[in-house]
């Protein structure tokens, strides 16, 4: 994985999964996104940098 912009992940995991997952991604993205079905959206989680803030909604 090179990295980028935005990374959005989707699927069911433990908490301590999903924290280390963040967590490592967080080093090559400027933004992580989780979905959340009740929103049918994705919502940004953690965030580095100007084009998204923590708790964004992206499609």
Do not use: C, R, W
């Amino acid at each position: 994985m090179k990295g980028g912009e935005i990374i959005k992940l989707n699927g069911p995991a433990t908490l301590p999964i999903a924290f280390v997952l963040a967590h490592k991604l967080n080093h090559l993205y400027q933004a992580v996104a989780v979905y959340d079905p009740k929103l049918s959206k994705y919502v940004v989680a953690i965030a580095h940098g100007g084009k998204y803030s923590l708790g964004d909604l992206v499609d």
